[in-house]
């Protein structure tokens, strides 16, 4: 088969799962499944019920943080500080919001927020910072939160990388301020299409929980007890962004494989490229803090001296695929195409090249893998 950059790691249990949805409950909605699955979500994170709210994507996760967390400080048309190298997800949630994304630059080593050029871009109208967990690497956090309380901004944190990864001791997703999380086909868990926010503040915590239900109060607790609203009221703006149970099927059962079997495989064919190839001419992998225990979800690595798209073509006529994470959203046409210069984040994207990594694969595969860069490396003249 031939090889994939990414890929869904789903089977007969998933399957199982969903035909157990289908033919037994009936009942595909916002029900039963969505709560067990917010329950077992809350139980792994170590945070209560009421702090986990499922929802349909990533993206919904973070549009409807931020919504929350503008409404509570009426900061309409306010700002948030994002980090440009991201998946445009990011950036579209902060505008979907109503909201302004300052894009940021990186830093070269870990490819996450430089909190000083972050502090550089900060206004009367900033009310948010969005670090991304890039590559599933939280080092950040500590600073970022720092940042935060200093300056009197919230936290909306993007870790669509990081589910399962744990930073000073502590699972990603039990402490911080607003948390969100992907569950799409590829992440480190999936639930077909999926998302997660985890809200520290309660008041925060009770609009998105009602925002992803069209703003109908208390509508998800009323379907958990198996009630409909049929006599609803609005006070705001809603989205349908509720959770199947279809999803919630599904990702229940890959929750229950993250610790014993998609953690543990994606690190160490993560630490079997890194084994192979760190040291060599050519290529860099970005830091992560040693202390910290990542699940990691992409590979990127910075191929240098101007040879990343002969090594990308290269790897790719052996027919190994690679990926671009990211185009600097500060690039995109709709966020400013390029008004502003962002040294490191320019400079990663024209060096980093994202390596096959996903649980399906053997170590032999990324032994052939490492074999071809290095052979690729070798042949590659330096521009
Ligand atoms: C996947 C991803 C998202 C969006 O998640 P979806 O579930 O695909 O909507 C947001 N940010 C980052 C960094 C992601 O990788």
Redesign the pocket.
């Known amino acids: 088969m031939a090889l994939r950059l990414s890929r869904s790691i789903v089977g007969k249990a998933e399957a199982d799962a969903v035909s157990r949805v289908l033919l037994e409950d009936g009942y595909l909605g916002m029900g039963n499944e969505v709560r067990l699955f917010e329950e077992e979500l809350a139980a792994y994170l170590g945070v209560l019920p009421t702090q986990v709210i499922a929802v ?7 549009h409807l943080a931020l919504e929350a967390l503008a409404a509570l400080r009426d900061a309409a048309g306010g700002e948030v500080l994002v980090p440009s190298l ?5 950036f579209q ?1 902060v505008t979907a919001a109503g909201l302004r994304p300052v894009a940021c630059d990186v830093l070269r080593e870990t490819g996450t927020l430089d909190i000083n050029d972050a502090e550089k871009r900060l206004t009367v109208k900033t009310f948010a910072v969005m670090p ?3 590559a599933s690497n939280p080092w950040h956090l500590d600073e970022v939160h720092d940042f935060a309380r200093r300056k009197g901004i919230r936290v909306v944190e ?1 870790a ?2 990081a589910f399962g990864c744990v930073h000073g001791g502590r699972k990603i997703g039990s402490f911080g301020d607003m948390v ?5 086909g ?2 480190n868990i999936t639930s077909g ?3 997660l926010v985890v809200a520290f503040d309660a008041q925060a915590a009770r609009l998105v929980s009602d925002a992803r239900l069209l703003s109908v109060e208390n509508d998800a607790e009323k379907r958990f007890a198996g009630i409909r609203s049929w006599d609803p009221d609005v006070k705001r703006q809603g989205w349908r962004y509720h959770m199947s149970n279809i999803m919630a099927a599904i990702g229940r059962v890959q929750l229950a494989r993250l610790d014993t079997e998609f953690a543990p495989a994606r690190r160490a064919l993560a630490a079997l490229y890194k084994e192979r190839l760190s040291g060599l001419d050519g290529i860099v992998f970005l830091q992560t803090d040693p202390d910290d225990n990542i699940v990691p ?2 590979l990127p690595a910075r191929i240098t001296d101007g040879r990343k798209d002969p090594v990308k073509q290269a790897l790719a006529r052996v027919g190994i695929p690679t990926g671009v ?2 185009k600097p959203n500060h690039l995109l046409s709709f966020f400013g195409g390029g008004a502003v210069r962002l040294p490191a984040a320019e400079q990663l994207h024209a060096e980093l090249v994202s390596l096959p990594l996903h649980p399906g694969l053997s170590r032999q595969d990324v032994e052939s893998v490492c074999k071809a860069i290095r052979e690729t490396l070798a042949t590659v003249s330096v521009t």
């Open positions: 349909n994507t990533g993206t919904a996760a973070l991201t998946f445009l997800a990011s949630a991304v967990d890039y993007d669509a990388h969100c999380f992907s569950f799409d590829i992440k299409e999926g998302g979800h992409i994470h990211y």
